[in-house]
């Protein structure tokens, strides 16, 4: 169903099914999550059904979705008419580079998966869940925020669209908001949690964020 949404969006408001670089992004978005979550149903089965659990209880984060999801429709929307209208048009070499950094994202995600068990699309403390402050969780407390920021941010370049870019900006405030109320709740209910914030100093990016 979202293979056939996101088709719709972009090549309803471009005009044409001619729009190169849709395809290409739905290609390197929908096959590398295929394969990752037939994986995860074999490996993980746990794991992938928290994934898809995108229910959220703090009303603060129920915000933060529904944000989230409102600029990717408008970003999705914009690349489009970008496309038919010839905005912005950047050349394909720029759109190759872009598809080539969202692949080394996509492969960030799946590597923070494979760290991090207990790992969910909704804000909450797991039964038995531990702090894990090993391999990229020792470089920034954060890793899977780091990897969908480089993923957002890069999508709408593989789209060719500037102008989507530029939207797709306004994810960093919002995530930053969805960051500061995990780590609120974490501190408050995951044992060992405020001695990793000790250790572990930058959320998303070393050495400044």
Same mark, same amino acid.
């Given at each position: 169903?979202?293979?056939?949404?996101?088709?719709?969006?972009?090549f309803g408001t471009a005009g044409t099914w001619h729009y190169t670089q849709a395809w290409i992004f739905l290609a390197i978005l929908f096959v590398p999550m295929t394969?990752?979550?037939?994986?995860?149903?074999?490996?993980?089965?746990?794991?992938?059904?928290? /994934?898809?659990?995108?229910? +959220?209880?703090?009303?603060?984060? @129920?915000?933060?979705?529904?944000?989230?999801?409102?600029?990717?429709?408008?970003?999705?929307?914009?690349?489009?008419?970008?496309? @038919? *209208?010839?905005?912005?048009?950047?050349?394909?070499?720029?759109?190759?580079?872009?598809?080539?950094?969202?692949?080394?994202? *996509?492969?960030?995600?799946? #590597?923070?998966? /494979?760290?991090? =068990?207990?790992?969910? /699309? =909704?804000?909450?403390?797991? #039964?038995?869940?531990?702090?894990?402050? =090993?391999?990229?969780?020792?470089?920034? @407390?954060?890793?899977?925020?780091?990897a969908t920021i480089l993923l957002f941010l890069s999508m709408p370049l593989v789209l060719g669209s500037p102008v989507s870019f530029v939207l797709m900006l306004l994810?960093?405030?919002?995530?930053?908001? /969805?960051?500061?109320?995990? +780590?609120?709740?974490?501190? +408050?209910?995951?044992?060992? *949690?405020?001695? *990793?914030?000790?250790?572990?100093?930058?959320?998303?990016?070393?050495?400044?964020?």
């Amino acid at each position: 169903m979202g293979l056939v949404w996101l088709g719709a969006m972009l090549f309803g408001t471009a005009g044409t099914w001619h729009y190169t670089q849709a395809w290409i992004f739905l290609a390197i978005l929908f096959v590398p999550m295929t394969l990752v979550g037939m994986v995860l149903a074999v490996k993980n089965p746990a794991l992938l059904s928290q /994934r898809l659990d995108a229910k +959220e209880k703090e009303t603060e984060q @129920r915000w933060v979705v529904a944000l989230s999801g409102l600029l990717f429709v408008l970003s999705f929307v914009l690349a489009g008419f970008n496309f @038919r *209208y010839g905005w912005i048009v950047m050349p394909m070499w720029s759109v190759w580079v872009s598809a080539g950094v969202f692949l080394v994202a *996509y492969a960030l995600y799946a #590597e923070v998966l /494979r760290q991090n =068990t207990y790992l969910s /699309r =909704t804000i909450q403390v797991q #039964e038995g869940q531990q702090v894990i402050s =090993t391999g990229l969780y020792g470089v920034i @407390r954060h890793p899977m925020y780091a990897a969908t920021i480089l993923l957002f941010l890069s999508m709408p370049l593989v789209l060719g669209s500037p102008v989507s870019f530029v939207l797709m900006l306004l994810y960093i405030p919002i995530i930053h908001v /969805r960051i500061k109320n995990e +780590e609120k709740i974490l501190s +408050e209910q995951l044992n060992g *949690y405020t001695q *990793y914030q000790q250790k572990v100093k930058y959320k998303v990016l070393p050495f400044v964020w």
